[in-house]
Structures are given as C-alpha cells and as structure tokens.
C-alpha cells in the first residue's frame, strides 16, 4: 500500500505523560499537514511542513505540541504533559501542490486517536 | 475573514431519495472548493473539486457547482444508495496553502 500511513492508530495515555505520532506520507509528496480532528467536527489544520520545513503553525498549536519533518519524508507529532482537552483524532495528509498557494489534493491517512485519561 | 459553513447533520434518506448537502463560503478572494467525504473506518478522500466560478465537479454520481453569486458549493445526487452512507466535508482552499473544512454533515442511506 502506497498511501499515507499513521502509527500508532489508537492510544491511549494518563495526564501528564508525553505521546509522539509518526506519519509516512505518500513519497512523491513534498508537503505535510498535520490536522486534529475532534467528534462531530471537522478536522482544524494544526501545522505544514514542506519538504523539511514547517511553514505554519496555528495558534491552536501550544507550545506542548511540536511537530518535525527532520529529511523531509516521515513526520512525527510529539504532545508534552497531554492533558484531557488533547483527545481527539489526530490526521495526517500529504500533497504535491501544482504551484503558488494551490494546496492540491490532499492525501489523508487513517489517523491517529488519543484517549487521554 | 475566510470561513466555511455546512449543513449541520445528521442526514437520513431512503435509498434512490434526492441528496443535497448545503455549503456557503465568505472569503475575501476565490477560493477553490472541494468536498471530502470519510467512510466509515477509512480516511478522509477526495469527492470532487471545482477551481473556478461555474465550475461542476462530479464524480461518483455526485455533483456541485461553484456558485460565485452565492458563494455556495452545494453537493447533489439525484438517488443515493447504501453504500453512499458516510461524512462529507465542504472544505475551501482560500490561497493560504491549507484547506480549512466545515463541521461535516453525516448521510445514512436507509434500505
């Protein structure tokens, strides 16, 4: 399978602890989006990386979540001390925008659900 | 501002029924328009796109209409099926090198 791949799927962690999500985009790709996405609403764009480099982060983003892209293949998505407010659906998507602001389609993974008791 | 606002769910028709899911947009440009839909278990993907004004996406029997008078993007299909049971995203690109996605409106298709 070639597409956009998330790990670990589900997981499920106690306040306080630290979580790292991991991405392997489609490899032709050279952009990144990490997107949260919590129930019965529609994923909100946390940050972009293209190739190695994060161009934007929202403000939604504190400074307990940080995100790399060190070779511009794989991304992780690291959450210091979670709290309960952090459970959601985590997404990852890649795309090769055609040029300019065109984001292009965007190519999602199945995503990566924290539970934080 | 840029925003996005979608028909709010849930959505149950019989099967063979008439779809439309409501999108309008406020943007300061124009932007792209795309509809997203998510199955159930699977990932987010790509249902159509429209890139300019008066512009029909259509794929999988499903149709919407870039309407730049009223700066709407409405999804139809004119008989769903079972298998068309899932959440649909209206989701813009306003230039700003991401999408940004309405609240989704889950359909379920009923026999």
């Known amino acids: 399978d070639t597409g956009v791949s998330q790990d670990p799927r589900h997981k499920i962690t106690k306040r306080g602890q630290n979580v790292t999500f991991r991405c392997d985009p489609i490899s032709e790709h050279n952009r990144l989006y990490w997107y949260r996405q919590t129930l019965g609403q529609g994923p909100e764009f946390l940050t972009y990386f293209q190739n190695e480099a994060q161009l934007e982060k929202s403000r939604l983003l504190s400074d307990r979540f940080s995100a790399e892209r060190p070779k511009g293949s794989f991304s992780t998505l690291e959450i210091q001390r979670t709290e309960q407010g952090d459970s959601a659906m985590y997404l990852c998507?890649?795309?090769?925008?055609?040029?300019?602001?065109?984001?292009?389609?965007?190519?999602f993974g199945e995503g990566s659900r924290l539970t934080v008791l | 501002g840029n925003s996005v606002t979608q028909m709010e769910g849930p959505v149950t028709l019989s099967e063979e029924a008439f779809l439309t899911i409501n999108c309008t947009y406020t943007a300061t440009g124009y932007p792209s328009l795309f509809w997203y839909v998510q199955y159930p278990g699977e990932g987010l993907q790509l249902l159509l796109k429209?890139?300019?004004?008066?512009d029909k996406g259509s794929n999988k029997g499903f149709e919407a209409t870039y309407r730049k008078e009223t700066t709407s993007f409405h999804l139809e299909k004119g008989s769903v099926q079972v298998s068309d049971s899932a959440v649909y995203f209206c989701a813009p690109d306003f230039g700003n090198e991401k999408l940004t996605f309405g609240t989704g409106t889950r359909l379920t298709i009923i026999p």
């Open positions: 429209a890139t300019k004004a008066d």
């Open positions: 998507a890649s795309s090769f925008p055609g040029g300019g602001s065109d984001t292009g389609e965007l190519f």
